[in-house]
């Protein structure tokens, strides 16, 4: 399977070229008074970027435009691209300007690489594990606020599947709307108005806790999903096996990587997984002067 990816699919819209402008006034504020005091401007030299475990390489075209707003005279040479299966001491790329400019982009162009390459190392890990399945592991919103754009692009990178963005691009029911609507049959009656009466054209995915909960969702139909939640993986056999290929079906819910595979082989299409982002270890690399 190919999984690089070497063209960046965030968009570079005002807000992402805005929130690179936020990094930068976090990190530097008034100024790097250590790299200002001690490097003179004209200074020009070089730094590479080195890989120090081994992973998958996420974020060197983020990277690149960090760069790039930056000092747009900075030259980045590119040597390994996203998507790739990295090792220690492979040099993933060089970048060649001021020295100033190579010093004051460094920490933040390394936060964000670790914490991509993090998240697309972890994925291939699930995505690996799924192999000979039809399967597919989806991420979540339990992403860092501010970087879910990243993190997702990590994740797709690594070869998994973006679940939705936000809560505006996807209709997904879970058990507090279900509750609060007044029950399942309310819920996706209500929902289905609202979509005809907005014009929007969504998809509709229903979480549902129990056999008597699916049995409700097929009677009344109107959905593309249903999200099994904390079913165990007899039920979940059992579940897919009623739902046949009326809708796509999701896993979620109390699943390790140990139990990945169990729940794949029950069928499902997706098995969505809140440690793709919410808690992954970032890989660890650096940004050495050549």
């Not at 960046?8 to 100024?31: H, R």
């Amino acid at each position: 399977m190919k999984y690089n990816n070497s063209e960046l699919n965030l968009p570079m819209t005002n807000d992402f070229k805005q929130l690179i402008s936020l990094w930068f006034a976090e990190d530097i504020g008034d100024g790097d008074h250590t790299t200002l005091s001690c490097i003179p401007a004209e200074a020009t030299g070089k730094s590479q970027l080195i890989i120090k475990e081994n992973g998958v390489l996420a974020g060197v075209e983020v990277a690149r435009e960090i760069f790039h707003a930056f000092d747009p005279e900075l030259v980045m040479t590119v040597f390994i691209n996203d998507g790739t299966e990295v090792k220690m001491g492979d040099i993933a790329f060089e970048v060649e300007g001021k020295i100033q400019s190579l010093l004051q982009t460094e920490r933040l162009m390394l936060n964000i690489m670790q914490r991509m390459s993090g998240v697309a190392s972890r994925t291939r890990e699930y995505v690996k594990a799924l192999e000979g399945t039809h399967t597919r592991v989806l991420d979540t919103r339990k992403t860092t606020p501010g970087l879910r754009l990243l993190e997702k692009e990590a994740v797709k990178i690594g070869g998994g599947v973006n679940h939705r963005i936000g809560l505006y691009d996807m209709i997904l029911l879970k058990d507090n709307h279900v509750d609060f609507a007044g029950g399942i049959e309310s819920a996706i009656h209500r929902t289905k108005a609202y979509l005809k009466e907005k014009n929007k054209d969504l998809k509709i995915e229903i979480e549902v806790r129990n056999f008597d909960e699916l049995s409700r969702v097929m009677a009344v139909g109107g959905v593309d999903r249903i999200m099994l939640d904390n079913f165990t993986p007899e039920n979940t056999r059992k579940a897919v096996e009623m739902i046949g290929d009326k809708y796509e079906t999701e896993s979620s819910g109390g699943i390790t990587f140990n139990t990945l595979k169990d729940y794949a082989d029950c069928g499902v299409d997706y098995i969505s997984v809140g440690a793709l982002t919410h808690s992954v270890k970032s890989l660890d690399m650096s940004f050495k002067a050549v």
